[in-house]
């Protein structure tokens, strides 16, 4: 335990500094993406098939997501800073609601293998958010920031066509491998927003690991290889055993959504402050180191 202890990621004081001071200027920087976007998005609509009663509920979500106001969370484990009201909130869903997942289960030891024979040639990257307190956390992006990562297409077909159909897919959030090392926590956090899900399909998930999501808790049984739940509820990872936990995870869009509002995110999505953020370290992200 004293060696974890010691391994705990800090942040560099330059950083520390840095993370302070960008508090002002990202409230300028945000207030002024918020007037352009309103302008860009009211013309978007003027020239669409949609009119602003059918995007009531979005209205709401575009002021939480420029930070003009503050939601009230009906659920104190859930708290994410774009925050879509009227959904349905749930930590954990049933796999069986989503028609693409029988045909992820078909190609899931293909997929595992794909992942396994792509990884003994490959380093794979450190996750860029730093979230593990203790232990590893590597990851091979598919998708990051709506961006496909096309100089690993080639070795990953099968996982590629799995994947295809699911609603979102490479538009809405993430889809990466995660590889977690023995002894590994990822402390509690939030997602950003509640207008997607998150799956993860199981590859390799020995014994003794566990994630809580909101007041859930699951453990990797047999016969559980596909998790489905809702990221914008607070949760965190232990892994307690001696092997790797491999997982294939990505992000698809919210069932509740209706055809208005899912133009209407699509629309906006590359206006809001954090996807602008994240979308300008896509290229390094999609960018693995050969061994």
């Known amino acids: 335990m004293a060696a974890e202890q010691t391994s705990e990621y800090r942040k560099p004081l330059r950083r520390r500094v840095y993370d302070v001071l960008k508090v002002p200027a990202r409230a300028v920087r945000d207030r002024y993406l918020y007037h352009r976007a309103k302008g860009f ?19 709401e979500y575009f002021e939480y ?10 659920n104190s484990l859930q708290r994410p800073r774009r925050y879509f009201p009227g959904l349905r909130a749930q930590p954990v869903w049933d796999p069986n609601e989503f028609e693409f997942v029988p045909e992820l289960l078909r190609s899931r ?24 307190a203790v232990g590893k956390w590597n990851i091979l992006y598919l998708h990051a920031a709506g961006n496909p990562n096309v100089g690993i297409r080639e070795f ?13 897919m490479g538009v809405v959030g993430q889809a990466y491998f995660s590889l977690l090392a023995p002894g590994t926590h990822i402390p509690a ?32 049984d047999e016969g559980h ?12 990872v232990w892994i307690r055993g001696q092997g790797e936990r491999s997982v294939l995870i990505f992000d698809f869009w ?3 959504l209706t055809s208005a509002e899912l133009w209407a995110l699509e629309t906006i999505e590359c206006w809001t402050p954090d996807r602008r953020r994240y979308r300008r370290i896509s290229k390094k992200l999609l960018k693995p180191t050969t061994t």
């Open 41 to 59: 998005f009211d013309q978007a609509v003027e020239q669409s098939e949609y009119s602003w009663t059918d995007l009531g509920r979005f209205k």
């Open 65 to 74: 997501a420029f930070s003009r106001r503050k939601p009230h969370f009906p």
């Open 109 to 132: 030891e293909v997929i595992r293998s794909e992942f396994n024979g792509y990884r003994q040639n490959t380093e794979l990257m450190v996750h860029h958010q730093r979230l593990n």
């Open 156 to 168: 990953f077909p099968e996982s590629i066509k799995a994947t295809g159909s699911v609603p979102g």
């Open 189 to 220: 956090h939030c997602g950003p927003t509640n207008t997607k899900l998150r799956l993860q399909l199981r590859l390799d998930v020995p014994e003794g690991c566990e994630m809580r999501i909101g007041d859930h808790l699951h453990k990797w």
């Open 225 to 236: 290889e596909i998790l489905v739940f809702d990221d914008s509820f607070e949760h965190e």
């Open 254 to 256: 919210h069932p509740d």
